[in-house]
């Protein structure tokens, strides 16, 4: 079955930097987009950023742009997203997900429940 583990989450002070990591097992690591949400107390799940299968394109939102950059590694099946000059808006629980377009749509999607697999999340807190 298909397992996605977050790790490499904690507390940083406004400024400071982070890289998570995600180990996926159990899938066709290249066959799917790969994505990170989060999800801070009292919102919504929300699409961080996502990287496609073959690692050619990336989508970032627009509140992480030119702070976030994902990335991945087809070798030792890994998702990194390295987060730089974190705000205390970035704190939440961070999720990795896998999705495959079944449809011929787009090759992300921003809506959790279009996500194949999901990961337990890790926190990330960022204190001003």
């Known amino acids: 079955q298909v397992q996605l583990v977050e790790s490499g989450g904690g507390s940083v002070q406004a400024g400071g930097s982070l890289r998570l990591s995600c180990a996926a097992s159990?899938?066709?690591?290249?066959?799917?987009?790969m994505h990170w949400f989060r999800q801070a107390p009292g919102k919504e799940r929300e699409c961080v950023t996502a990287?496609?299968?073959?690692?050619?394109?990336?989508y970032y939102a627009d509140s992480v742009k030119g702070r976030f950059t994902i990335s991945r590694d087809s070798a030792r099946n890994q998702v990194y997203l390295q987060m730089n000059n974190l705000q205390p808006e970035d704190t939440a629980v961070y999720y990795c997900?896998?999705?495959?377009?079944?449809?011929?749509?787009?090759?992300?999607?921003?809506?959790?429940?279009?996500?194949?697999?999901w990961g337990k999340g890790t926190l990330v807190t960022v204190s001003s």
């Open positions: 997900a896998a999705y495959r377009d079944q449809y011929g749509r787009r090759w992300y999607s921003l809506v959790y429940n279009d996500m194949d697999s």
């Open positions: 990287i496609s299968g073959s690692g050619a394109s990336t």
């Open positions: 159990g899938l066709t690591f290249s066959s799917d987009a």
